[in-house]
């Protein structure tokens, strides 16, 4: 079976704080990919990044990095110098070949970002 | 590049009625997914679609059902409609389902069953 454990229900920071939100999984399968979504409070789950189970390269992307670490079952992402506009809901997911091309999603964390 | 669109936006329906969804994947996208969310169970799989053929679905009950058409075009119907099936109902798409690509999400549709 496959589970996404994302700890975090919700966080709160100040602007220009860098926060650090926990995605921990659990597969039996060597091949899958990781995704991070985040979802404004429009519903619309906008794609953020795709990381596949053979390269554990940490990836930065303006503000947003990721750190993922097969050795712990992680895939963290974080958001430096947090913005109110960073403010929603962030999922992340897990698919393999063996789930049937369904993604597996955690349970998402509410991130608040304040003035 | 349009991205994926989903019909209506917000309905709301009667306990008992029928209700249909509409999902247009991104152009090219031949595999179109569903997927029911509640705040207490959270983003759950309803089933997905590749070439009008239904290749996987979740643990929900007969009364969700789907299908796609030749245009890649996707609705999902839900009949005898419950108080719980009140949900946003997100579609998403890409190329071929294949755990390798990136699947996209639309806006989804909010179902309010009262």
């Known amino acids: 079976a496959q589970k996404v454990t994302q700890a975090q229900t919700e966080i709160s920071v100040v602007e220009k704080e860098d926060v650090t939100l926990d995605c921990v999984y659990e597969?039996?399968?060597?091949?899958?990919?990781l995704f991070w979504y985040k979802q404004p409070p429009s519903g619309e789950l906008v794609f953020l990044i795709r990381?596949?189970?053979?390269?554990?390269q940490n990836e930065i992307s303006g503000r947003y990095s990721w750190n993922f670490q097969k050795s712990t079952s992680s895939f963290n992402f974080t958001i430096t110098a947090s913005l109110v506009v960073d403010s929603a809901v962030y999922f992340c997911?897990?698919?393999?070949?063996?789930?049937?091309?369904?993604?597996?999603f955690g349970k998402g964390t509410s991130l608040l970002v304040t003035p | 590049k349009a991205g994926v669109t989903q019909t209506p936006r917000y309905l709301i329906k009667t306990r008992g009625q029928q209700v249909t969804l509409s999902c247009s994947p991104i152009?090219?996208?031949?595999?179109v997914s569903w997927y029911q969310q509640t705040p207490g169970q959270g983003l759950q799989f309803l089933f997905e679609?590749?070439?009008?053929?239904?290749?996987n679905k979740g643990n929900f009950p007969g009364r969700f059902s789907g299908r796609q058409f030749s245009n890649s075009r996707s609705e999902m119907n839900v009949s005898t409609l419950e108080l719980g099936d009140s949900a946003l109902y997100l579609c998403?798409?890409?190329?071929?389902?294949?755990?390798?690509?990136?699947?996209?999400f639309g806006e989804g549709s909010w179902l309010t069953v009262v």
């Open positions: 597969t039996r399968d060597t091949t899958y990919y």
């Open positions: 152009s090219g996208h031949r595999s």
């Open positions: 679609y590749f070439s009008e053929t239904q290749r």
């Open positions: 997911a897990l698919v393999s070949a063996n789930s049937g091309y369904a993604l597996n």
């Open positions: 998403a798409s890409s190329l071929t389902g294949f755990s390798g690509n990136t699947i996209y």
């Open positions: 990381r596949n189970s053979f390269d554990e």
